[in-house]
C-alpha cells in the first residue's frame, strides 16, 4: 500500500510527488470494489459523515476506516449481481439509496435497523443510473441511462419512496450517450443533473462532452406541493469537455464537479469549467486501477471526498480537495475566463 491511513508524512509526499497540491489525505482506504463492480462509490450526510459502497457491502467510515453497515445488496437487488451507479444517504443519516446499475434496481436501506428493500417500481431495466436525495424534504432522484427500449435515453425521475417506488417521469434531455447518470444536490438543495452527450472510443481519445441542468429551489419546492412540472431544467453548460461523468457533487455555491481517473472537473453557476485537482492531459482510459474514484461533497468541511491512488499503488487512499470559499469563488470568476478554461456556450 502506497498512501496509509494517516496524515502522516509519507502520504503527504505521495500527493506532493504526483503534482496534486490541494488534494489532501483524510486517512483510510476505500473498499475496493467487489468481483464484477465497476467502482466504489462515496456519499455523504448534512452532519459530514462519509459512506461508501461497493458491489455488495454499504459502509460508513470512522475512526480512520470503513465499517460494513449492510451487506447483501445483491440478494436485496434479486440476486441478478450488483454494480453500483449510484449512492445516495439521506441529509439526516437515517437512509441509504443504492441504483445498482447493470441489474436495474433500487434499493432503500435503513441504516438504524440495517434492512433493505427493492423499490420494485424503480425498475429501468438494464441501465446505469444516478441517484440523489432532496437535503430539505427527502425526495428521491433517478436517472436513467444505457437503458434499453423506451428508456433509452437519459432521462429525470422522482421516485415514490412511500409506496413501490413507482416514477414519475420529470425531464428527459434527449440524449443516448451511454455513459454517466451521477446527479447531485447542492446543501441549500439545487439539484445538478449532468447529461453526457458524446462517448468517446477507447483507447484513442477519453473525452467526453457534456451538459449541465440545474433544478432550481423554487421549482422542486412546487414539487413537494405536488406540482408537478416537466421539462423544468435550465440547460446552464453546453458542450463541457471532461474526461468522465459518472460521479458528481455541488458544493454550497453552486460548483457541480465531476470525477475521473485522470482529473476532477469544476463547473461553476455560470458554466465555466476548470481542472480542480489532477492532470487532464492524461488519458483516463489508460489509468486503470489507479489516479482518482468515486466522488461526493461535505458540507460541513466545505470539501470534496474522492479515492486516489498514485501509478504504483494498490489501494485508493481516502482523500479531501478543499472547495473554494465564497471570496475565492468571487475572485475566481471576475478574471478567470482565460486562466481556468474556456468559457462554455449556452
Not at 425521475?157 to 447531485?184: E, K, P, R, W
Not at 477507447?202 to 457534456?210: A, C
Not at 480537495?321 to 465564497?326: F, G, M, Q, R, T
Request: hydrophobic share 45%; proline share 5%; charged share 10%.
Amino acid at each position: 500500500m502506497i498512501l496509509r491511513a494517516t496524515l502522516g508524512l509519507a502520504a503527504v509526499m505521495v500527493l506532493a510527488a504526483a503534482s496534486l497540491a490541494g488534494v489532501q489525505p483524510i486517512g483510510g482506504t476505500l473498499p475496493p470494489p467487489a468481483t464484477g463492480s465497476f467502482a466504489t462509490l462515496l456519499a455523504t450526510d448534512a452532519l459530514g459523515s462519509i459512506y461508501a459502497c461497493d458491489g455488495d457491502t454499504l459502509y460508513k467510515y470512522g475512526g480512520g476506516t470503513f465499517s460494513t453497515v449492510f451487506s447483501g445488496l445483491v440478494g436485496a437487488a434479486g440476486g441478478a449481481g450488483s454494480d453500483p451507479a449510484g449512492l445516495a444517504v439521506t441529509a439526516d443519516g437515517q437512509r441509504a439509496y443504492v441504483a445498482t446499475g447493470m441489474s436495474g434496481a433500487l434499493l432503500e436501506i435503513d441504516l438504524g435497523a440495517r434492512t433493505a428493500r427493492r423499490l420494485a417500481g424503480a425498475g429501468l431495466g438494464n441501465g446505469n443510473y444516478g441517484v440523489a436525495v432532496d437535503p430539505i424534504y427527502g425526495h428521491v432522484f433517478l436517472t436513467s441511462s444505457w437503458t434499453a427500449g423506451a428508456n433509452a435515453a437519459q432521462a429525470l425521475y422522482l421516485v415514490d419512496t412511500a409506496g413501490s417506488g413507482s416514477l414519475t417521469l420529470l425531464d428527459d434531455f434527449g440524449s443516448s450517450a451511454v455513459a454517466g447518470g451521477g446527479i447531485a444536490f447542492s446543501p441549500h438543495g439545487e439539484l445538478v443533473v449532468p447529461v453526457p452527450t458524446s462517448y468517446s472510443v477507447w483507447p484513442v481519445d477519453d473525452n467526453f462532452t457534456v451538459d449541465l441542468y440545474r433544478f432550481s429551489r423554487s421549482w422542486l419546492d412546487d414539487l413537494h406541493a405536488g406540482t408537478v412540472t416537466t421539462g423544468a431544467g435550465q440547460l446552464y453548460a453546453s458542450d463541457v469537455t471532461v474526461s468522465g461523468s459518472g460521479a458528481a457533487a455541488v458544493d454550497a455555491q453552486g460548483n457541480a464537479y465531476l470525477v475521473a481517473a485522470d482529473a476532477i472537473y469544476g463547473i461553476d453557476p455560470t458554466g465555466q469549467r476548470r481542472v480542480v485537482a489532477g492532470n487532464e492531459l492524461d488519458n483516463a482510459w489508460n489509468m486503470w486501477g489507479y489516479g482518482f474514484t468515486a466522488l461526493a461533497y461535505d458540507g460541513p468541511g466545505n470539501r470534496l471526498v474522492t479515492g486516489y491512488s498514485p501509478p504504483s499503488g494498490t489501494e485508493y487512499a481516502l482523500v479531501a480537495v478543499p472547495a473554494p470559499e465564497p471570496a475565492t469563488l468571487a475572485l475566481m470568476m471576475l478574471g478567470a475566463a482565460g486562466l481556468l478554461g474556456r468559457r462554455q456556450k449556452r
